[in-house]
């Protein structure tokens, strides 16, 4: 039987097994492999249904109504490929090659359908997507201590007593990594705002004002610091800036961490405590370094697992092999020019993008801000162009519409950012649309393109990507899965060492130690958005219907508002409004609101995204800060 990876942009990259019989997909775990360990997730189970939806595009569309009412005419592959050849000929002529942008991200995550579309655009030499959605805040704070953000490898968790899980509600995202630590026999704890299904299933759960993570991590290094209970030896030989760390936390008050986190003084010691005894390790999560104290936030937690010993005690992202092949940035003749991904809309307002081609992404539901991108592409000069499997809120926005295949109809491989395996990914059946790189060799040949990198065959550049990381392809083809070794790690800072007092961020003009700021809003009310635990991001809310679109609200907030479990309200702010069902909750802290993520707009009427902020994080590489969003709630009209 085939062996299949899920490609979805999720931690487990779970290798499955699969069969196509009697004209039904079924899938199951891979047993030998050891982080998928035979099991899969709610949403990797339900995978059939997805492939097997009768929602899946069949036939290319062309826009032939107004842009985004859904109004199309079906249309050939030769009719539609010529027509977008055609375009991008044209607004290359006449507005120049940086007027062309590229957007694509994580929804496929094979070597070749992720990367392999790029060659094209960096042959053409457009403008490329600076990404900064997902964990580039993050990234930027722990190069700015480590020099990497590329920490623990999981299953190194067997050596260890502790993990942390700190701004991740790991059991409905990582869930493989939850019950790795389970079945290691760890000892949990959460630190999170969210009394989530983690907190609930860890064995201490600290509840944080948002924000407050910097000031909570400091305190806590404080106390390992003046209780001597960090690693003295470890300290000398591999931390700069230690002694100027522990005067600047010196001058930090515990009770003035107290009223500012919410927790105790006598919770703040024990966590230290706690965790110097059991060197723990932490889990530090994307969805915490989406705001505006972010960067900082991360700065502060990741001191931690160093002052209890460890070289990288942290867990957050696994970069295993060089895709860079795949890529071809090496066809450019020029350098790119680079679109932050959180300013779409505005480099469409000002005219900057004419053409937009999309895959692997649904912009139109994950972006920030959206009734701003929404409006900006209607009243903008632009072609878009979407290559995906469904008529996703994108689409509708789009002049030609692509459909694209899953990954259960094409060869891949794909590594994963939380473990050390890539897994192999070979076709099981074909139902509808074509690769992401079928169709950039089509366009290729519309264009009159005659470079052999443009042509290359998926399976021979994934057998380039293999031969440059050192894998077998035999190995790979027997198992399903090989294992990336891990080469020997060094701190990659200007010290060489890791840096308690970075350097780094002096750089980029910001503090050397961590810093905590107090943010608010013109409304009271603090948005979060997470994901939902049957959704990855705008992934099968379509297909599997499992949503959850309530406002969940504390008690406290509901009763000033006169808001009653079940009440209709209206949650609005100066980005948006939307209008939904109310649930009362005592997981949710006061002051705090939450709404899950990136439904489709199509199917509900609304997204958190008509909320959310397009502010950005400038100093950490423009990530995003969608949990820095204030808004209010009312009752309709003003009952």
């Given at each position: ?21 009697d004209?039904r ?20 189970a ?71 579309p ?35 490898d ?8 502790l ?16 019950m ?31 924000d ?36 600047y936390?010196?001058?930090l ?71 860079s ?20 809309a ?88 074509k ?61 060489g ?41 705008s ?20 009763g ?5 479990d079940?009440d ?22 006061a ?19 008509f909320l ?20 209010e709630?009312r ?5």
């Open positions: 039987m085939p062996f299949s990876v899920c490609m979805r942009d999720c931690y487990d990259t779970c290798s499955m097994i699969s069969e196509f019989k004209g997909l079924r899938v199951r775990g891979n047993p030998e492999h050891p982080v998928t360990a035979g099991f899969l997730c709610p949403k990797g339900l995978l059939p249904k997805w492939f097997h939806s009768r929602d899946r595009l069949r036939t290319p569309l062309i826009r032939r109504g107004e842009r985004g009412r859904g109004a199309f005419r079906e249309a050939s592959w030769e009719e539609a490929i010529k027509l977008v050849a055609d375009k991008l000929r044209e607004t290359i002529e006449r507005y120049g090659s940086e007027s062309v942008l590229v957007y694509q991200y994580a929804g496929d995550r094979g070597a070749v359908n992720y990367a392999f790029l060659r094209l655009f960096h042959y053409l030499n457009t403008a490329m997507l600076d990404h900064g959605i997902c964990d580039r805040a993050g990234q930027e704070a722990l190069k700015d201590v480590y020099g990497t953000a590329v920490g623990l999981p299953e190194e968790l067997r050596n260890q007593r993990l942390v899980y700190w701004g991740i509600n790991a059991f409905w995202t990582n869930f493989h990594g939850f790795l630590a389970r079945r290691n026999d760890l000892e949990i704890w959460t630190v999170d705002v969210v009394r989530t299904e983690t907190a609930k299933k860890s064995d201490k759960f600290f509840q944080i004002r948002p407050t993570d910097v000031l909570f991590a400091l305190g806590v290094a404080k106390v390992l610091i003046e209780e001597d209970l960090y690693d003295k030896t470890f300290v000398r030989e591999s931390v700069c800036g230690f002694k100027e760390f522990k005067n936390v010196k001058t008050s515990l009770d003035y961490v107290s009223r500012e986190t919410g927790l105790g003084v006598g919770e703040i010691e024990a966590f230290a405590r706690g965790f110097a005894e059991k060197r723990g390790v932490i889990h530090i999560g994307y969805g915490i370094q989406r705001s505006l104290a972010g960067g900082e936030s991360i700065r502060a937690i990741a001191v931690l697992p160093a002052l209890v010993g460890h070289r990288f005690g942290f867990i957050y992202d696994m970069k295993t092999i060089d895709k092949y795949a890529e071809g940035a090496f066809l450019r003749t020029k350098p790119a020019k680079k679109i932050p991904q959180m300013k779409l505005e480099y469409v307002e000002r005219g900057e993008i004419k053409f937009l081609y999309v895959y692997n992404s649904n912009p139109l539901a994950s972006l920030p801000n959206l009734n701003r991108l929404r409006k900006a592409l209607v009243e903008n000069d632009i072609f878009v162009v979407t290559h995906d499997v469904f008529l996703t809120d994108t689409a509708l926005y789009s002049d030609v519409v692509l459909p694209a295949n899953t990954f259960f109809e094409r060869l891949d491989i794909a590594d994963s950012y939380y473990h050390r395996y890539v897994a192999l990914n070979e076709p099981v059946a074909r139902l509808h649309g690769d992401n790189s079928e169709v950039i060799r089509l366009l290729t040949k519309a264009l009159g393109i005659d470079s052999s990198y443009l042509y290359e065959s998926d399976e021979e550049v994934i057998g380039k990507v293999l031969e440059l990381n050192g894998l077998s392809w035999g190995e790979l083809k027997e198992k399903g899965f090989v294992e990336v070794p891990e080469r020997p790690r060094k701190w990659k800072t200007p010290s060492k890791i840096e308690f007092y970075s350097r780094r961020a002096l750089k980029r003009g910001l503090s050397p130690f961590p810093e905590y700021k107090r943010f608010g809003g013109k409304f009271p009310l603090r948005l979060l958005t997470p994901t939902h635990r049957m959704t990855i991001t992934q099968y809310h379509n297909t599997y219907g499992m949503i959850d679109p309530n406002l969940y609200i504390n008690p406290a907030d509901a000033e508002r006169g808001v009653k079940g209709e309200v209206e949650v609005f702010n100066d980005f948006g409004r939307v209008w939904t069902r109310a649930k009362l909750s005592e997981d949710v802290p002051g705090v609101v939450l709404l899950y993520k990136a439904f489709w707009v199509r199917l509900l009427g609304w997204n958190a995204n959310t902020t397009d502010e950005t994080l400038q100093k950490y590489g423009n990530g995003s800060a969608y949990h820095s969003t204030w808004v709630v009752k309709p009209n003003g009952e």
